[in-house]
């Protein structure tokens, strides 16, 4: 078991670089960017850093020099043979070579490219423009790096027995909430914190101690590279960023209409079993379900990441009634603002009426609120985000609609073509 807090008092990053691996990435990531490779490769894609919580500053916490460091190790990175072959020879979702040969032959050879940094009003703008299959893997990366490097800001003057104890601390709050949900039954729960996670060493030591606590209930992790050393499954499928630049490539509202569906139309090519889950809501839920044509009632399930869980939960199981189909045979997949109490309630209210997993974000891998002074160490909204695709805007509307984003004439377009009506708005957690 690594000494995490002897580590972190060291700062000595050379030893821990934030990204330490190209693979040390979500598995989705991998999965959406051979999608793309196969079917936009040449669409060229810009994405964002954008920090929704306004009060943490982050350029006035994160040293520019140090920052530039680690993007710049980033890039230096590459595949090594091991992560070739564990990506090549593995089996994921029950399939083997899930990734393409010539997919494979481009990402031996892959190192990310450039990047943009500058400072504005408190805050760092960072941004990535390139072809969409290279700049998307720069996504989780650099919300790690800036999520790591303000937790490294904080701790920076503590002593080592301030850091022993409150690493201890956190490994204790982390084990409680895992006594609680053992206790649960039926529980499946994946690890889903890598982006805002704290840093590597704590993600990995969270997947450890969620493997040990849970057994059969754990259900595998997010991040690649821990899934690999750790010898347990990697988790993911796809999220908004595909339809979000299908979307903006439309070169009309009837395209734009059928967008979101023709994403999933070109997945299903390439995946079957359990990546076959929609994730219904970046234009709005009711809407999407509403308008989705027949064959996709016959996917496995669904994934709700904004609203209210619990209503998005009865509307696809209605969805799923109206269709012909038996939700108790369905999966739906929660994994927005998650933490155990809400885990609990949601197993609780829905356990024999689907099939319910959860994918555990932030508030597992990042979890430190109420350990420091003025809760320097909780938490904060960061997404990196496409915010334009050849040229064009990118939209989000999402079923919160504080999580909505692009232009506004924009926004009111979308609203128009999707149909969107008066949505609730709900705090965004993380």
């Not at 439309?250 to 994730?279: F, K, T």
């Not at 839920?285 to 619990?310: H, M, Q, V, Y």
């Not at 506004?408 to 979308?414: G, L, N, S, V």
Request: hydrophobic share 40%; with cysteine.
């Amino acid at each position: 078991m690594v000494d995490i807090a002897t580590r972190v008092w060291n700062h000595k990053w050379k030893i821990d670089p934030i990204v330490r691996s190209l693979i040390d990435n979500d598995f989705y990531k991998l999965l959406m960017c051979q999608s793309v490779f196969r079917n936009k490769s040449d669409a060229t894609v810009t994405f964002s850093l954008i920090n929704r919580s306004k009060d943490i500053r982050t350029a006035d916490l994160i040293d520019e020099g140090e920052l530039r460091e680690q993007l710049d190790h980033i890039r230096s990175l590459s595949l090594t043979r091991g992560e070739s072959t564990f990506l090549r020879g593995n089996t994921f979702y029950g399939k083997r070579q899930m990734f393409r040969p010539d997919f494979m032959e481009w990402f031996d050879n892959l190192r990310l490219p450039d990047y943009h940094l500058e400072k504005r009003d408190g805050q760092y703008e960072l941004t990535f423009e390139g072809k969409w299959h290279e700049v998307m893997l720069w996504e989780i990366p650099a919300l790690a790096v800036l999520m790591e490097l303000r937790g490294r800001a904080v701790l920076h003057d503590m002593r080592r027995f301030e850091l022993q104890v409150l690493y201890a601390r956190a490994m204790t709050k982390l084990w409680q909430k895992i006594e609680h949900l053992r206790e649960v039954p039926d529980l499946r729960i994946a690890d889903f914190g890598t982006r805002r996670r704290h840093s590597y060493l704590w993600q990995d030591w969270c997947v450890q101690a969620m493997h040990e606590g849970l057994g059969d209930k754990f259900v595998g992790t997010s991040n690649c590279l821990i899934a690999m050393k750790r010898d347990i499954e990697a988790i993911g499928t796809n999220a908004h960023e595909l339809p979000m630049v299908y979307a903006a490539l439309a070169p009309d509202d009837d395209a734009l209409a059928r967008a979101p569906y023709q994403v999933l139309s070109d997945w299903q090519e390439e995946h079957d079993g359990n990546l076959r889950i929609i994730l219904p809501d970046t234009y709005g839920t009711e809407g999407f379900l509403k308008n989705a044509p027949d064959w996709l009632a016959g996917w496995t399930g669904i994934r709700i990441d904004s609203g209210d869980p619990a209503t998005a939960a009865e509307v696809a199981i209605k969805w799923w009634q109206d269709r012909g189909e038996d939700p108790r045979r369905k999966l739906i997949i929660f994994s927005d603002g998650l933490d155990v109490q809400k885990i609990v309630e949601l197993q609780s209210q829905f356990a024999g009426r689907a099939k319910i997993s959860f994918g555990w974000g932030t508030l597992l891998t990042n979890d430190f609120r109420g350990l420091t002074e003025h809760d320097a160490l909780a938490p904060f909204s960061l997404v990196c985000k496409a915010i334009k695709a050849d040229g064009y805007p990118t939209v989000k509307l999402s079923d919160n609609p504080n999580k909505a984003m692009g232009p506004m004439d924009q926004i009111d377009r979308y609203k128009r073509v999707f149909g969107v009506g008066e949505q609730k708005r709900m705090e965004v957690i993380v």
